[in-house]
């Protein structure tokens, strides 16, 4: 059953098959020129945190014991997965270089409500200088979805995150909700009226592979402020 696998975490990636998003990415562009882009991540010292991240789980055998290989091959890099309290850690790591070059955390969303929360993680990456544009985040971001997971935007996005989504729209479906005053969420209408993504509850949604907006969401007609 497609609600089965929303609920399974974690698991491996599953690429057979397709499922178009039914809007194209290009429409989305227009609906979605307003949405909240000013997140930068661009600073010059990620390589040197990272690398003060790599040293506290060499040295804590708990923590690197429990982190699991992922099946993705990008470029001769290296995949672990760590899971603490539902939130999933990803780490891209050069073996040649012996250190980590990107990082991934989905992140529950404290703003949904507990159902929602079984379904919705909130992904938040960086990579570092001289490892961008290699297609990192969005090797992580597909092997999430095809597991059967979705995602949601958090309140703001940086302008890499959000061109990420709308490659991504391609192949998964795309929606647009708000997060009610109960912590529920609703699906809107596409395409939504001029202005709406000013408000910090509205947010942007990728449904997994065999998942379903219903499982999650309600009409926007069932709730509002």
């Not at 696998?5 to 809007?23: E, I, M, Q, V």
């Amino acid at each position: 059953m497609a609600s089965a696998l929303c609920l399974h975490l974690p698991g491996h990636a599953t690429t057979t098959g397709t499922t178009k998003a039914s809007t194209s990415p290009g429409r989305w562009a227009q609906w979605l020129t307003e949405l909240r882009i000013d997140v930068d991540l661009s600073g010059r010292d990620i390589q040197r945190e990272f690398d003060a991240l790599y040293d506290r789980i060499r040295t804590n055998h708990r923590t690197r014991d429990a982190m699991q290989p992922l099946p993705l091959h990008l470029r001769g890099l290296v995949f672990r997965l760590r899971e603490a309290d539902g939130e999933y850690f990803v780490y891209a790591i050069d073996p040649l270089r012996n250190r980590i070059v990107a990082y991934t955390v989905f992140n529950r969303l404290v703003e949904v409500d507990r159902r929602t929360d079984r379904h919705l993680r909130a992904p938040h990456t960086k990579v570092a200088h001289g490892y961008r544009r290699m297609g990192i985040a969005t090797a992580i971001y597909r092997w999430w979805l095809d597991s059967g997971r979705s995602l949601m935007t958090g309140a703001r996005q940086s302008a890499g995150a959000h061109g990420l989504w709308m490659a991504l729209a391609r192949d998964y479906e795309l929606a647009a909700v708000r997060i009610d005053a109960h912590k529920r969420v609703q699906n809107l209408p596409l395409p939504p009226p001029p202005g709406f993504f000013d408000a910090l509850d509205t947010r942007l949604v990728l449904v997994g592979r065999d998942c379903h907006l219903a499982e999650f969401t309600l009409p926007a007609a069932c709730g509002g402020h």
